[in-house]
């Protein structure tokens, strides 16, 4: 059956409505996020540690600050109080367990610890203290032109009675930071390191 005459000007205007849209669509663009690690600096420089005596150390998780828990984002903070989430530039893991693993790895090449363990603890694993961390910083500062990276914790060394053997507050140097996310994560690992290294010292000898 033909078409109406005055059917073809309606016909050919969807054609060019068509093609037109077909053409206005954006052009899809590669997502800009980039993903972070922390990384314990001995562990990727391959230092393996050997086989020791020492406190077994069951550890029973990291508390963050509610504005660290509650993005990936990377924070950076400034002498105003305020706090920017960098929200393409992001953590690639909970930020508390990046600390843990660092953390756990750091403690476990200490002299006077044979291993770290971290929660759940089998019905029948034996440790010797319990180690809670509370951080209190994990992210970059600015003030003006001058940058910095942050980290400190409180540590709490308890016995297995829950008693409280070993407690302080460790605040690492603030290191020159590069204003870039790799390097802030690098600052931060090595921090978490050097507060390893404190807490080890603070628990007592076996």
Sequence with gaps: MPFPRFAFPLFTSALLLGVTACQIVPEAKPDPTRFFVLEDPGTMAGQASAPRTGATIGL????LPVYLGDSRAI?????????EFRDFERWAEPLDEG??????????????VSRVLTLPFGANT???????????DCEGFT????????FSCEYSVMDLEGELVAHGIFQATP?????????LARLLSTAIVEGAAVIADAIPAE
């Design 60 to 63: 029973l998780g990291i508390r």
């Design 75 to 83: 924070a950076i903070s400034s002498p105003q109080q305020e706090i």
């Design 99 to 112: 600390i843990e693993r660092v953390l756990q790895s750091a403690l476990g090449r200490a002299p006077n």
């Design 126 to 136: 034996n440790r010797d203290f319990d180690l809670q961390i509370n951080v209190i």
């Design 143 to 150: 003030a003006g032109d001058n940058r910095s990276a942050r």
């Design 175 to 183: 290191e020159s930071w590069n204003g870039s996310p790799g390097d």
